[in-house]
């Protein structure tokens, strides 16, 4: 553990001698910045400027200018025309040489393209847009490299492990800083790879400032190369969305770089800067912002957390991305809000429930009868008649009811309150009139209510013990949301 002893007239710091122990701002003041990545100027989100071609068609190189939109797509200006007419192309690769190095966008699309006079002079413009550029390479396609390792940034990780970079002590004439260096931290949760969060560690100083950076990131190891599109799917997606949930707030991606191997340069391992549109973020962290940790991140069990997690992935994958994309793109109206949670809720409660019924023999040969003496429409009929609003409404009542303590205690009359939730989610999807509904502010409720037993489901699924998800609950900012919606809700509903 490196330290730093700083004397007030080497930082030009107001001579203040306080022997109790106490210090005031405006007697001394030892200005310590903590830095991230997440707020420094991503150098390829600036304008880049430099020649473009299709490839395979390195004879005709326009100059261009690459930037970002606000969907963080990649956006490129191009003077002159990089294809001959203004015809639909489909995806194109296009490569870049811009500063010294090389720029590949894939699955490039031309979005506008036009002639017009500036003076005397015919101009001519074409715009393209993408959603992956790999930055130091030039590739033809993503199939054509393969990674070992990835390392990458992410919006929420600062604050999750909310590690102490440094310890300030004070004696009569001096100042000493003890800077702490964090140890990297495996975890073994798949067969194929391994994951690890790592930290890079410095500080400078001036005559006025110390700065000192511990910078977290993840890193994943991979026994067998993998493409962008398997790591992005199988890796990516399900850590991101774990990280969301442990944080109660999506998390984004920043900084993705790839280690591979091209064959052209000998077989040496080669580090690609992967910029994506899928949930990346340039936003600056807030490190003052509290954000509700579930899980602890220096939890004994996080490594078997994580292992449950993907492992629940592989057999939840649709129902678990339509939650985490619902929560990242959150609709505008409240009904489709409450239309996608009740869908999500709907399918988790079914397969859960399904997944503990045994069926017997019995069971299958009354089954086999039966469809031995319906018409396929008749028997089609039966078997969606037992699946639907009963079914449904004893699906909901049943997940609910098994939270037990602080969710069930919250009303007192679960069962008409789920059959007015029932018939409001039938309204929305077979667009039928129906009498008892939930208000606007019972939808808020259920709302709320749907996504904290959901958390809940998730959380017990991969082993947090339920009573601590419980005692969090109690002091979550969603559950006093509820308390207070309450109030507003029916008298027979509370």
Known sequence: MPTLLCHPNLLDFPQAHCRNG??????????????????????ELIDVEGEWWVAGSESNKKFGVLNFDSKNRGVLKV??????????????????????????????????GNIKMSGNALVARQ???????????????????????????THLLDSWLATRDYTLSETDDAYLLTLTRQTKREFHVKENFNLAICYQSGYRMSSKNIEFHNFPHFETTHNDPISVGEFHRNV?????????????????????IGTCTIESDEDMPHEVKILSAFRMSSVTANPEKEFRHWIDSNSADLEQYLSNWFNLYNSREIILDEYFTSRYNKDVYLEDQFFRIAKTFESWAKTVIESKKSTTQEDLELLAHVKSILSDDQFSYLKNKLNSSDSMKDFFLNLIIKQDGVITDYLSNWSLFVKRLVETRHKYVHVVHKDDLLTYDEMYVALKLLGLVLI???????????????????TSSEYQTMLQAKLRMREDLQ
């Open 22 to 43: 106490s210090r005031t701002k405006s007697e001394t003041e030892i200005k310590i910045l903590k830095l991230s990545t997440l707020a420094q100027v991503n150098d």
């Open 79 to 112: 003077k002159g025309h990089l294809l001959n007419d203004l015809l639909d192309h489909g995806e194109l690769t296009i490569f870049g040489k811009c500063a010294g190095r090389n720029y590949t966008l894939f699955s490039a699309q031309m979005t506008h």
């Open 127 to 153: 715009d393209f847009i993408t959603n992956l550029i790999f930055v130091d390479v030039h590739a033809n396609n993503q199939s054509e490299l393969r990674f070992t390792k990835f390392k990458f940034e």
């Open 236 to 256: 990516l997606i399900p850590l991101l969305n774990f990280m969301s949930l442990a944080n109660s707030s999506t998390d984004f991606l920043y900084n993705l």
């Open 456 to 474: 809940h489901e998730l959380l017990e699924h991969i082993g947090v013990p339920i009573e601590l998800v419980r005692t969090r609950t109690r």
